[in-house]
């Protein structure tokens, strides 16, 4: 069974850092592009980061660009989401996400991990 | 930058009833479109990719039509775990990855 257990979440000040962790299972991380997709708190989907099956492209969103930093270790079937500069409007609940292609055009996202809250308040 | 307008916000139906999900891009993304459903405290759940193919598993009721800037989610005969969210999504290049802001099927 493909699978995509996040972790690292927690509760941080405004300004301070996190790193969140990915862990897939049943599936090769390698041969997909992977995703970072947020959730506020009774609000919609926003799409954080994308990164290619060989880290040949990397992208983020307006909000996020310069403070975050998407990574992915193949080997360890691994992603990783380097949270820098927290804000209070950073705070939701962070899902792992794989892509059905393994470059930037999407076919959809199809697995989604359980998510990680990330609460950013002093 | 593309975006996706979905309506109704909100929609109330019974089971059995047929239910209509519209998502509208700011431009065209060809057949470039995704569906998504999320049920109460759970991870979202791809439904159907390029506008018309359903996702592994996902039963024969929910179909997608549609091309271009217009796209249509439909359930012929809405069963009791169907109440849910539902998002669209553009998955052309990215980045941006783009969402619809979501419809909220409701029990009426």
């Known amino acids: 069974e493909m699978q995509l257990v996040a972790s690292g979440g927690g509760l941080v000040q405004p300004g301070r850092s996190l790193r969140l962790s990915c862990a897939a299972s049943g599936f090769n991380l390698d041969d997909y592009a992977m995703h970072w997709v947020r959730q506020a708190p009774g609000k919609g989907l926003e799409w954080v980061s994308g990164i290619t099956w060989n880290s040949g492209r990397i992208g983020y969103s307006d909000s996020v660009k310069g403070r975050f930093t998407i990574s992915r270790d193949n080997a360890k079937n691994s992603l990783y989401l380097q949270m820098n500069s927290l804000r209070a409007e950073d705070t939701a609940l962070y899902y792992c996400?794989?892509?059905?292609?393994?470059?930037?055009?999407?076919?959809?996202?199809?697995?989604w991990g359980q998510g990680t809250m990330v609460t950013v308040s002093s | 930058e593309i975006v996706l307008t979905q309506s109704p916000a909100t929609l109330s139906l019974s089971p059995g009833e047929r239910a209509t999900l519209s998502c509208r891009a700011s431009q065209s993304v060809g057949s470039y479109l995704a569906w998504y459903q999320q049920r109460p405290g759970q991870s979202p759940k791809l439904l159907i990719f390029d506008a018309s193919n359903r996702a592994t598993g996902i039963p024969a009721r929910f179909s997608g039509s549609g091309s271009g800037t217009d796209f249509t989610l439909t359930i012929s005969s809405l069963e009791p775990e169907d109440f849910a969210v539902y998002f669209c999504?553009?998955?052309?290049?990215?980045?941006?990855?783009?969402f619809g802001q979501g419809t909220r099927l409701e029990i009426k």
């Open positions: 999504q553009d998955r052309s290049n990215w980045p941006p990855v783009t």
């Open positions: 996400v794989k892509d059905q292609s393994y470059d930037s055009k999407s076919y959809g996202l199809d697995i």
